[in-house]
């Protein structure tokens, strides 16, 4: 609950100007209650104008998407791009192809990206795209044809040195070389408009793995400041894509035991540890939903979706990897009770309000997106990087930098959480530290 008039005034403006948008009022509560001791110790600030307008996209962009499906009918979907905030650099964040995408959606992803790449010490702006479209189910020419498509609105607001998107749930390294392809084709250039490219064009080693090895190497920091590591530790994780599949398997090469997986069908609890080999298998080369692992392996209990969640198996660790408010209240005083002592965000937000509050009242070490999932934005920048001096970096000098960027990031939140009167509360430190770089560069161009 806000006290400082000025946030309180700020916030209902927001939200009248932002009615059914439940998502983005989410984030930008969520964050401008972090910024009450700023504004205690920096009341300047309330006057500047920053404020008003760092909770304001720069731009939002919403456009038709028509594409031919493989019966030569005509389809429809809408498409999104926000470009939230320029004031540390050019707009970056991914394309979101999922139902599930509304302006709202779009909004709080952008809003939340602004500070995530602040803090990644890059200069880097916060922008975030995507479209209602549905990958599942469609031929790979349907989706070649829905990317070309949608590329061909969006490439007029895009470039380089100007908003450089990149994947996201539903858009991997496949729909980016769709989109890659036609905005070359477009613009008749070939430079690094997008990130999460393929090795053959530009695209940067360890980036498939950045997300889920950046969420445990700032894990890591986080058990490393209460004098523990990940070893022997069992660790749960929401979801089995790209971020959970590379999650577990940082966790297990720094010791942890990965008792946990799960997707849309349920979940599965594997009390010795999980295959990874065998999950891998089954998730991404298969395709196969999550309960065909229960079937090909003994001891393996899998419930279904509709009867339980991820978080009622016991745990030390919790990672939720999957999609935006996925654990809930309930869900955090069960992993309470279960005995958990650290939860980090690889997913955009999937702790309700309610959840972090129950987390950070227990002393549960508590890991928000914003910083814990930044490593894929982090690497993302350090593609940018190799793609405009025409180099490619070797696989252990891009995990290096990720791996010291993540350190940075612990940090810059934790320092932040001390100097603002709530030492190891690193979601007001990650809101706080993010947001003082933003606001002092705004400030020096003029609050633009």
Not at 25 to 30: G, L, N, P
Not at 228 to 244: E, H, L, P, T, Y
Not at 407 to 428: H, P
Request: with cysteine.
């Amino acid at each position: 609950m806000l006290k400082n008039d000025k946030l309180q005034y700020l916030y209902k403006q927001v939200e009248q100007r932002n009615l059914g948008e439940p998502e983005f009022m989410q984030a930008v509560a969520e964050v401008l209650e972090s910024f009450e001791p700023v504004l205690e110790k920096n009341p300047e600030l309330a006057e500047s104008g920053v404020l008003d307008q760092i909770v304001e996209p720069e731009r939002l962009v919403s456009f038709r998407v028509s594409w031919l499906d493989d019966k030569n009918k005509i389809q429809v979907n809408r498409g999104f791009r926000v470009q939230f905030n320029s004031a540390l650099g050019p707009y970056k964040g991914g394309c979101r192809f999922h139902p599930s995408v509304t302006a709202s959606v779009i909004k709080f992803l952008g809003f939340e990206q602004i500070f995530k790449n602040a803090l990644t010490g890059l200069p880097l702006g916060g922008g975030k795209g995507g479209s209602d479209f549905d990958p599942k189910g469609k031929s790979d020419g349907e989706i070649m044809r829905f990317c070309q498509s949608f590329m061909t609105e969006l490439s007029r607001h895009i470039g380089a040195d100007t908003d450089v998107p990149a994947g996201d749930i539903g858009v991997g390294a496949r729909e980016v070389g769709y989109m890659f392809g036609q905005y070359k084709r477009l613009r008749n250039e070939f430079t690094g408009v997008l990130t999460g490219k393929g090795l053959s064009y530009g695209g940067s080693l360890a980036r498939t793995e950045a997300t889920g090895y950046g969420l445990c190497y700032f894990v890591a920091e986080m058990l490393a400041a209460q004098g523990d590591s990940f070893k022997d530790k069992k660790v749960a994780i929401s979801g089995s894509g790209n971020v959970a599949i590379f999650a577990a398997q940082k966790a297990m090469e720094l010791g942890a035991i990965v008792v946990s997986m799960s997707d849309s069908s349920g979940f599965i609890h594997v009390p010795n540890g999980i295959d990874l080999d065998l999950m891998r298998q089954i998730k991404e080369v298969e395709g196969a939903r999550i309960y065909v692992y229960a079937e090909r392996e003994k001891g393996v209990a899998f419930t279904p979706r509709g009867h339980g969640t991820v978080w009622t198996v016991p745990c030390d660790i919790a990672l939720p990897c999957a999609t935006q408010n996925e654990l809930d209240g309930d869900d955090a005083k069960t992993l309470v009770a279960n005995g958990c002592i650290l939860v980090a965000e690889g997913a955009n937000m999937p702790c309700t309000p309610e959840a972090v509050t129950h987390f950070l009242n227990n002393h549960v070490a508590f890991g928000p997106a914003k910083a814990a999932n930044a490593g894929g934005v982090a690497t993302s920048g350090l593609e940018m990087s190799q793609n405009s001096m025409r180099l490619s970096w070797t696989f252990e000098e891009v995990d290096t930098r990720l791996k010291a960027i993540m350190k940075d990031i612990y940090k810059r939140a934790f320092e932040a959480s001390v100097t603002y009167g709530c030492e190891g509360n690193l979601v007001a430190g990650a809101n706080i530290a993010g947001f003082l770089r933003v606001a002092e560069a705004m400030q020096a161009q003029g609050a633009v």
